[in-house]
């Protein structure tokens, strides 16, 4: 089912290779027939929770080897964002600040934070707020009042503010639970200011992992499971999608979503062979 001419695939995760702590078909097996393809593999996920590390340890414990820098998530996208927007501090002749991190207010998870950090930034305390020179927001789940009062507060004061993701929602075992984009909805509705977001269904994230790969957009499919985020993010950065139905979206959306899909199949498995 996958156009003769795609050299890459970019998988998301949640819907694709996995519902809750179950993988969605025989993954092993999948990949080895993706691998017997010459199909280049990476992964996009708006789940910024994890590090790259955490997902390739949980990928591999299904079976699937694969390397950290093959895993791109909305937190790393932000972290790449926010680095283009506020430049590392200057370095004089006689030495300058070298080495000092760059401020910021952070609401996130280790995903989040880590990038922060590997990028040259600090991520504050709720008591340092003051300090930040950008708000960053992702999914938090010991978020409480003063982390969005703080958010709130430094929006307003005109900081450029980031967020990994506009998704709704968030599936664990027992259902949706609020995600990122309602956290910073609150925020939105607060100030009246919209976030630079970097995760699907704006292109960024996707085009991050296209150059990991190093693929034409026209050889790259894009492989997703939710209409609103993966297909409208790769059809956003110019590359084919498919939809699989083993997630969130059902064939008659699919099939009513317009632009057309390029491809449509019951779950990975089914797409590959």
């Known amino acids: 089912m996958i156009p003769p ?26 990949f080895a027939r993706i691998a017997s393809r010459g199909l280049a593999v990476a992964f996009a996920t708006n789940n910024g929770t994890r590090t790259p590390e955490q997902y390739a340890a949980r990928l591999a414990s299904f079976g699937v080897q694969v390397e950290p820098w093959q895993v791109v998530t ?14 590392p501090f200057p370095v004089s002749e ?21 990038a922060l950090r590997d990028k040259g930034f600090e991520p504050l305390p709720v008591e340092r707020a003051a300090e930040a020179q950008a708000v960053v927001m992702g999914i938090d789940r010991q978020i409480n009042f003063e982390k969005m009062a703080a958010a709130a507060l430094l929006v307003r004061r005109g900081l450029p503010f980031f ?6 929602t968030f599936p664990t075992p027992r259902g949706e639970i609020p995600g990122a984009g309602a956290w910073v909805a609150v925020i939105v509705t607060a100030t009246g200011v919209e976030p630079i977001y970097a995760g699907k269904p704006a292109p960024y994230l996707l085009e991050l992992a ?7 957009k026209e050889e790259t499919l894009v492989v997703g499971d939710r209409l609103e985020t993966d297909i409208a993010g790769g059809q956003a950065a110019g590359m084919p999608a498919a ?24 779950d990975l498995g089914e797409l590959v062979e």
């Open 5 to 30: 001419n795609i050299k890459s695939l970019i998988l998301d995760m949640d819907g694709v290779l996995w519902r809750g702590d179950a993988p969605i078909g025989d993954l092993p097996r999948i």
């Open 74 to 87: 909305s937190a790393l996208a932000v972290a790449e964002l926010l680095d283009r927007a506020i430049p």
């Open 94 to 114: 006689m030495g300058g600040p070298r080495g000092v991190a760059r401020p910021v207010f952070a609401i996130g998870e280790a995903g989040v934070m880590n």
């Open 163 to 168: 967020a990994t993701n506009s998704d709704k």
């Open 210 to 216: 296209r150059q990991r790969l190093g693929t034409p």
């Open 243 to 266: 939809l699989v139905l083993s997630g969130v979206s059902t064939r008659e959306q699919g099939e009513a979503w317009r632009p057309r899909i390029d491809v449509m199949a019951e």
